[in-house]
């Protein structure tokens, strides 16, 4: 598999799928999540809605992901996560790990050849950047998958800069 760093914007990215830092609603939010949906446009909501009243009735649990349509983005889909908010007292890891695990299970079922991740948890979730880059890289270097680029999508230079020194 090959890994790729790339200092932009996830909305802008053309590859088979792209993974969007959302929240358990599925409904929408800020930052990437905001992104995604203003850029994809409704029918990303719309497929969303379906969701929640089908299979994740609760909202989908953190750790999990879940394919979309990704409307007018220059994608095939959008990939659903839902990262943890960051916490001092207790160790979340594994959950960060689990979004990255996941979201190239679901890829692969998609037959996916190309995948873009956002720096997930470490804007409103409150992440640190160095720890979050050293399990996304760890995470997607130890995976079993078919997904042949992954592309990490960092939106500043100090997230870049994070993720290039795990590559
Ligand atoms: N492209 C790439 N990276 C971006 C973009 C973009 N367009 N916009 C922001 N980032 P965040 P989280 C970076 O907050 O921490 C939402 O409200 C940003 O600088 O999007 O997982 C959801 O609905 C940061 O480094 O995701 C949830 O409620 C990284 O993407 C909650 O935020 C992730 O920041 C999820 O929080």
């Not at 358990?24 to 850029?39: C, F, K, Q, Y």
């Not at 996560?81 to 790990?97: F, M, N, Q, Y």
């Not at 950047?129 to 500043?156: C, H, N, P, Y």
Request: contains cysteine; neutral net charge.
């Amino acid at each position: 598999m090959k890994l790729t760093l790339v200092r932009g914007d996830i909305t802008e990215q053309a590859v088979d799928a792209v993974v969007n830092a959302a929240n358990s609603s599925l409904l929408g939010g800020g930052g990437v999540d905001g992104a995604i949906h203003r850029r994809g446009g409704p029918e990303i909501l719309a497929e969303c809605r379906k969701l929640r009243a089908s299979r994740y009735g609760r909202g989908l649990p953190t750790g999990q992901a879940v394919a979309t349509t990704a409307g007018r983005l220059p994608a095939r889909w959008v990939i659903h996560t839902v990262g943890p908010v960051h916490s001092a007292s207790e160790d979340r890891s594994e959950l960060l790990a689990s979004c990255y695990r996941e979201s190239l299970r679901v890829a692969g079922t998609l037959e996916a050849a190309s995948v873009a991740f956002p720096a997930i948890s470490t804007g409103i979730f409150g992440w640190p950047m160095d720890d979050a880059a050293r399990i996304a890289v760890e995470t997607v270097r130890g995976s079993e998958t078919s997904v042949e680029e992954v592309r990490f999508v960092l939106f500043d230079e100090a997230a870049y800069a994070a993720f290039g020194a795990r590559l």
